[in-house]
């Protein structure tokens, strides 16, 4: 589409009429990117719903001391891929379906750099899907090693592991594809007038992303492959009988890890970023260091990521680099903390629901933070590692970090999508709902973990059972109030009152100047940035 | 009359709310009470994690909820124009970077002293295997001893729901047996995949690697019964592999390893004879 002239007689629109397949052929081969933004964003909350039934199946396991729903083996086959599919099928695939909605039109731009391969970058997608749910399948079920895969244990499981291995090649495949068009897309096609300064901070944040998952998800790519070819091709990476060590799996797996967890966050303060000063009505404070604080987070993530295995027999200097590495992390973050709150200081806050996931972002993602810089220092840390504080550490930032960024983004941006305001009370209410819950699920895993609960075990000593019973209870009422938001955004696609080009007022940005919802093609001709 | 009565019925369920059997509001809260130096000094360390984490907390909060209620369109506030101030950006990167060299330096002691395994009283090679804890007395009082420590709540308390004891899932048929005040030493290994050896009230958390050999070290200043887990997934029965540790005065170690030591030159009379039965004939 984009190689047609635009200054046809006959007109863009009416050439573009002719070659739009319409039903299911339009949605294979579309190059649009908000087609593709929709397709990602559909997809990922499918996943997040079969996440979710795995993560409420492990909560019922773990209602009560005993085995009641599931065995063993099955339980830590739910670990496992709740974590890979939250991680690999929920998460990136929403922040990137943010990325292509949200880009081009941020920018200027009529569409991403590559539009075909884009489309390519989301269809690899469900065949990995169906891979990775499908080994629940087969015989010895889905992988049962942990998200993080450890060797030797993974070298251990059955053919559902192979089938991991595939999907995580494809996903990875097509993360790294959508990066490299995110790159170039940001670097080349922004209007004339948007200099680096005026971009907007999703923009930057996505760019920044962009270069991690370029530089980590071949590392993880080879860790896997490692796997694969000491299972089937007598390889002995992992092997301490063939001359190799576990240990360089982990170090590996983690030097992928790490950036990932930032690769899943750095999205999430972009969108945040955006939001707050939308609805304070005022400009983001200290743009520039934010910018700079990103972009330290992104550069720090590639030297810490040892501090996953403060257990695993660093040595004393080892352990002391990555500790002070990782603490060193807390600065830059709470640098944008301190700048999200001098963005709302003395601004005229209105609480629509995009703002209250926001500023819920900013509470329940720090408490996030602090746990993080608790688990940094190495000597606390042996006491926490594998344990229910680390589990509540990664849910606070993933979950009230990147899922509630999300949430905020889609109800800032739904009324542009879709042309519809959402209903504004049944989002106040999925927002209220789900951080009550969140809280009711995960705070009480701290106190499990400092009390000695170690994680991936489908049961445990009743000690422990009355902080169980209220994650539980917790849990099944966060994944109930996320079926509001599925129909939250169905009554929004169908209708709604009819939404105005810029329906939040403080709102700024290039996306905010189209109509809404935003025409099939924008920005065929680049807009002048003043 | 009636207020005196309120208030006592109050009280009392008050009372029943917070008071848990056996167990004690810390222990349900925060760390385990520690039972060795190191692991009391990771317990005060967290303390103190905590309390500077809540101070910032409170200030950070404190001034965003007072943006929240004051600085709202519905309550009149106008939108200042400020965005961007460099000397602020400077004073809160410099402030944290001051408060993480504060929690550094005890952190570094640490940190040091975990990893000094040197001049130990005994070593024991603990071995993680699929799925139970295995035990080699390799040097100082009591060398020679090994016995395999196997989860030793019955199945049915786990399958069939009968009744769980206090010590369920964290209790062994042979429990590791140390005396009281001796610097342990522990080696780690294992027979398959990588498990982890951790008691909570000694700070102590070594991986177990197969084909390797790592270390770690406590010792313990109060008698009692200390209980662990395996750290580290290492397949289905992970949840099922703890740990139970015996630190005893040195007295009773002493008539321990005695007891121990016969309890093996028996085991093996049986053996010699029939050794010595077949030479014969």
Redesign the interface.
Known sequence: MSAVPHDLAHGHDHHGDHHHPTGLMRWLTTTNHKDIGSMYMIFSFIMFLSGGVMALTIRAELFQ????VV???FF?QLTTLHGLVMVFGAIMPAFVGFANWQIPLMIGASDMAFARMNNWSFWLLPPAALLLLGSFFVPGGAT???WTL?A??SV?MGMGMDMAIFAIHIMGASSIMGAINIVVTIINMRAPGMTWMKLPMFCWTWLITAYLLIAVMPVLAGAVTMVLTDRHFGTSFF???GGG???LYQHVFWFFGHPEVYIMILPAFGIVSQIIPAF??????????MVYATSSIAILSFVVWAHHMF???L??AT??FF??AT??I??PT??K??NW???????????ETPMLFA?GF??VF??GG?TG??CA????D??L???YYVVAHFHYVLVAGSLFSLFAGAYYWLPKWTGHMYDEKLGKRHFWLSIIFFNVTFFPMH?LG???M??????????FA??NELATIGAFGFGLSQLLFLYVVIKCVRGGEPAPAKPWE?AEGLEWTVPSPAPYHTFEEPPLVK | MRPTIRASVALSALAGVLAVPAVSAEDRYNLQQPVTHIAAEIYSMHTLMLFICLVIFIGVFGTMFWAVFKHRKSKGAVAAHFHENTTVEIVWTIIPVLILLGMAWPATKTVIAMKDTTNPDITIKATGYQWQWGYDYLKGEGEGIRFQSVLSTPRAQIDRGEYKGRNYLLEVDKPLVVPVGKKVRILTTANDVIHAWWVPAFGVKQDAIPGFIRDTWFRAEKEGVYRGNCAELCGKEHGFMPIEVHVLSQEAYTAWVAEQKKQMTQAQEPANAAASAATAG
């Open positions: 001391p005993g085995l009641q065995q063993p083996e830590n049962a090693a942990g450890y030797p244990l251990q092997s301490a009988a060590d576990p240990v304070a009505r005022k400009p983001l404070f200290g743009y520039a260091s257990t695993t027999g040595p004393a352990q002391l500790m002070y603490m060193l807390a600065v709470g640098v903390v301190f709150v001098a963005t709302m200081w003395r601004g005229s806050m209105t609480f500023v900013l509470f720090t408490m602090f810089l608790i220092i190495a000597p606390i042996i006491q590692q594998d344990t106190f400092l009390a000695g170690p994680r991936r075990i489908p049961d445990y000593n009743p000690m009355d902080f403080g």
